[in-house]
């Protein structure tokens, strides 16, 4: 992956939404590279806009910070960065699509099929692209998986899992309410692992699916996800308008099949039994199979190293991956931006995408609830 031309001018950003994400993850990185300028920030909460103004300082000269979306001047703005909480994600990425202003959109895109297809027609009507965040492809081991796959022949099974030991984001906040998240760790680590399928699979879609749900740890004070420094209903971005229970899962499960004949395996988990945090992403082609083990995310609670295999013919062979720092593939990603913004290909992929991405979480949901309404009525 190349950065972006030196021709192009600086990307004039505005951020939106001023919680965990945008002030750990974007702004750091949109302030210190070259290929970006920051001049606005937005946040209805004064919490999130304060934070803002006091850890960027001097590095924030010049950055408006704006309690409102009104407030954002179109002709003064290339790209809207937003990070949100889950439920505002389209609402938010259609106000600003349609007055022509190009979104880069935080995962989860969308959480309902119709949501997908509001945010395909904003993109038409304003004639702005919708970027999505995949930051996990571009991790340097994720990367090597797919060039191990390119030796595997037909890909014909993926397996897919993300555990985490103790990484329940901000319980009891936004983060555990489905009406604002949309759901728990399917939505949350599920659409990463969906992800990073899409190159294996294509535009392969998903027509059968069975899943199963769970929530044995979300409610233990020890399953938090610490590290996170959560500040209860900041915790994904922006105003969170939190503080309730918690009624999503922690841990889902599902076995996808594709309509082209290939099959899914999706474990996806705020918190386990486990030790460590532990992503599993195994190809199964017609020529051999690898395996990569390795952790997603900011988690300190890692595995040392990545480790990737490939087995053909009875043996196993270990691949060289490159060491990189935790946070190296959101840098990458970043990278190429300003090039997509004038590459009239990507117009469109994000949605493509995205319907696939959440027409199976939508799926395995759905078989979720059946199993669960099956066993509710079953006589005692």
């Known amino acids: ?6 021709a192009l001018p600086p990307v004039r950003t505005a951020v939106i939404g001023l919680g965990w994400a ?7 990185r949109l302030l210190r590279s070259p290929a970006f300028t920051v001049t606005a920030a937005v946040d ?11 850890s960027q300082g001097a590095d924030a000269t010049g950055l408006s910070v704006l309690t409102s979306l009104a407030d954002l001047d179109p002709a003064e703005v290339d790209l809207a960065v937003v990070a949100v909480p889950n439920h505002l994600h389209c609402a938010v990425a259609c106000e ?25 027609a904003a993109e038409r009507a304003g004639g702005a692209i919708l970027l999505a965040g995949s930051a996990a492809r571009h ?20 397996e897919l899992a993300w555990v985490r ?23 949350d680590l599920g659409w990463h692992l969906l992800d990073i399928a899409v190159p294996l699979l294509g535009t392969a879609a998903f027509r059968h699916a069975i899943g199963t749900v769970s929530a044995d740890f979300i409610t233990q004070a020890s399953s938090r996800a610490a590290w996170r420094d959560d500040d209860n209903d900041a915790e994904g971005d922006g105003d969170a308008t939190g503080g309730g229970g918690t009624d999503v899962e922690d841990t889902a499960r599902g076995f996808l099949v594709t309509d082209d004949g290939r099959s899914v395996v999706l474990h996806a988990s705020w918190a386990s039994h486990e030790a460590v945090d532990t992503t599993r992403v195994t190809v199964e082609g017609s020529a051999g199979s690898a395996t990569l083990r390795c952790t997603f995310g900011f988690s300190p609670n890692r595995l040392g190293k990545s480790v990737l295999t490939r087995t053909a013919d009875g043996t196993t062979r270990e691949l060289a991956v490159p060491t990189e720092r935790v946070g190296a593939e959101y840098d990458r990603q970043l990278a190429l931006l300003p090039g997509l ?9 994000a949605i493509a995408e995205a319907r696939r991405t959440i027409g199976a979480i939508e799926r395995v949901y759905s078989s979720a609830r059946t199993v669960q309404e099956v066993r509710e009525s079953a006589p005692v």
């Not at 699509?97 to 997908?116: N, Q, R, Y």
């Not at 913004?341 to 992929?349: F, I, K, N, T, V």
């Open 139 to 158: 991790r340097a081991d994720v990367t090597g998986l797919y060039r191990a796959t390119e030796r595997l022949g037909e890909v014909r099974h993926v």
């Open 96 to 120: 600003l699509l349609t007055k022509g202003i190009p979104v880069f959109l935080e995962k989860p895109v969308c959480l309902t099929s119709e949501e997908a297809e509001r945010l395909a």
């Open 44 to 54: 209805p909460d004064e919490r999130g806009r304060a934070a803002v103004a006091d």
């Open 22 to 28: 945008a002030r750990s993850v974007w702004l750091p």
């Open 165 to 187: 030991a103790r990484g329940v984001p901000d319980r009891g906040g936004w983060f555990t309410q489905r009406s604002l998240a949309g759901g728990g760790a399917l939505v």
């Open 1 to 6: 992956m190349s950065a972006p031309s030196p």
């Open 341 to 349: 913004l004038h590459d009239p290909a990507a117009r469109g992929r």
